[in-house]
């Protein structure tokens, strides 16, 4: 568990400084030093990797830039909606830079937390996911709608989304997820909570551990309160839009 909380903290800090490289390329260092407080000199040389800040310095660098980067109405103004109220999310799934920093966000809000896997649902959900597996170290598993030929076992589950009529399936690979993983939920967006729930449903049919459940978008605050996790379990949005 030490070396875990080391890992993770270690990967922070280097989060921290390819924050302060994507911050770079829209901003001076002058601009940077004002808002970290940290001098000009100090700055160059975590952004050219001379120098790895520590825990605490790294955590009051990503507190500055947070607003710096604005990340929460960055989604909202890349989200259009259309005359039925339902919106067009490619802006932000195909956008790398914000989905970076998004990753960012990811790795601080759960650093000290043991992860071993992602889990995420396809299509959309899978950029975020990829890049936040990338950066944990973890592998990366996506629950699809079909069944895969070469894949000889899967675990299943379904569920059928509200006022549709319809039944969703998703398929895992069986021994994608083993006992004793501890599995973060990546998706883009979280509307009802029913994909977010029947992931749940999967991670504990395989006997994993919920780590936590992320998404760029969450519609309303109600989706949360479907969720069957611990109490201490995190729930994160990066970004909130009021149902219509």
Not at 94 to 112: E, H, I, M, N, P
Not at 156 to 182: A, C, H, L, M
Request: glycine share 6%; charged share 25%.
């Amino acid at each position: 568990m030490k070396t875990e909380t080391h890992t993770r903290d270690l990967e922070f800090r280097l989060m921290t400084i390819k924050m302060l490289n994507t911050i770079k390329k829209k901003h001076t260092y002058r601009e940077i030093s004002q808002w970290t407080g940290l001098p000009v000199t100090v700055l160059s040389r975590y952004v050219k990797g001379h120098v790895l800040p520590a825990s605490k310095r790294s955590r009051e660098i990503w507190n500055s830039l947070q607003k710096v980067a604005d990340l929460e109405n960055t989604l909202l103004s890349r989200i259009k909606f259309d005359d039925m109220g339902y919106f067009d999310n490619t802006q932000i799934v195909w956008d790398t830079s914000l989905l970076r920093l998004a990753t960012q966000y990811v790795v601080a809000k759960f650093a000290g937390r043991r992860i071993t896997k992602i889990l995420t649902a396809a299509v959309d959900g899978i950029p975020p996911a990829t890049l936040v597996a990338s950066s944990l170290d973890v592998d990366l598993v996506v629950a699809k709608k079909t069944r895969e030929v070469g894949v000889k076992d899967y675990v299943e589950e379904s569920y059928v989304p509200q006022d549709s009529g319809v039944v969703v399936t998703f398929y895992v690979p069986k021994d994608s997820i083993k006992k004793g993983d501890s599995v973060l939920i990546v998706d883009d967006i979280a509307r009802t909570g029913e994909t977010q729930e029947a992931l749940i449903h999967l991670i504990h049919k395989m006997r994993g551990e919920v780590a936590g459940i992320f998404v760029l978008v969450g519609v309303g605050e109600e989706w949360k309160t479907k969720l069957s996790i611990p109490p201490n379990c995190p729930v994160e949005a990066l970004a909130e839009i009021q149902k219509k």
